[in-house]
């Protein structure tokens, strides 16, 4: 079983930092899932990448295969962007995936 | 298209009694899966399915069914409650994009249970 690691757990940071929350996996994967589950409890799906680097606005996520590790980072952190951020990897049967435990992100004024 | 949706959003049994979580897409994906989510923990694999008449055992099956009679309806039964199975329950559809480049998966709102 692909066991994933994410850190910080928690993070609090001023508006306008630039944020970077870090996973790591023990097994070799096809693909990772960034997933932003919000305080309502809903969960989004950010990213999903094989290799390299994309970006949405501004975020950023990064994968290193050979490392088993991948980054996301938020430039201009603004409250919004208070949520818990998801790592999940590829486990668990099909297309089932085997998640981190989140890190807790809170962005104030 | 109103993606993945799952009702009840909130519900309260008492110990022993059953009952149906009902999870529902209309992308036309073949493979759903159940979670739960609980505090301090990731997300854990319930049951999944790939396809109508087929599912699977997940991480944490015990105490658990599901059935999937139609490509869009998932249900997730508790056929005995138990408060260890208090909990958020998420389920999930995806949508492969290819071998190579994996699958995008789309998630309820959830349901919160509460087993006393």
């Known amino acids: 079983k692909n066991e994933v690691e994410q850190s910080p757990q928690n993070l609090t940071a001023q508006e306008g930092e630039f944020i970077t929350i870090n996973c790591s996996y023990s097994v070799g994967i096809s693909a990772l899932h960034w997933l932003q589950q919000h305080p309502g409890g809903g969960i989004v799906s950010l990213f999903m990448?094989?290799?390299g680097k994309k970006k949405h606005g501004r975020l950023i996520a990064t994968i290193n295969i050979q490392e088993k590790h991948s980054s996301l980072h938020i430039t201009a952190s603004h409250p919004r962007d208070s949520a818990v951020y998801i790592c999940?990897?590829?486990?668990?049967?099909?297309?089932?995936?085997?998640f981190g435990k989140g890190t807790h992100l809170i962005i104030q004024p | 298209n109103a993606g993945v949706t799952q009702t009840p959003k909130f519900q309260v049994l008492k110990t022993g009694q059953s009952m149906t979580l009902q999870c529902a897409q209309d992308m036309n994906h073949e493979y759903m899966s159940w979670y739960r989510q609980d505090p301090g923990m990731g997300l854990r694999l319930i049951h999944y399915s790939v396809g109508a008449g087929i599912t699977d055992q997940g991480e944490v099956p015990n105490g658990y069914n599901v059935s999937r009679s139609t490509t869009e309806d998932f249900p997730l039964r508790l056929l005995s409650a138990a408060p260890s199975q208090t909990s958020v329950y998420f389920c999930?559809?995806?949508?492969?994009?290819?071998?190579?480049?994996?699958?995008?998966?789309?998630f309820g709102p959830g349901t919160r249970l509460t087993v006393t």
């Open positions: 990448l094989s290799s």
């Open positions: 999930a559809s995806s949508r492969t994009l290819g071998q190579l480049n994996g699958y995008e998966q789309y």
């Open positions: 999940a990897v590829p486990g668990g049967g099909a297309d089932g995936l085997t």
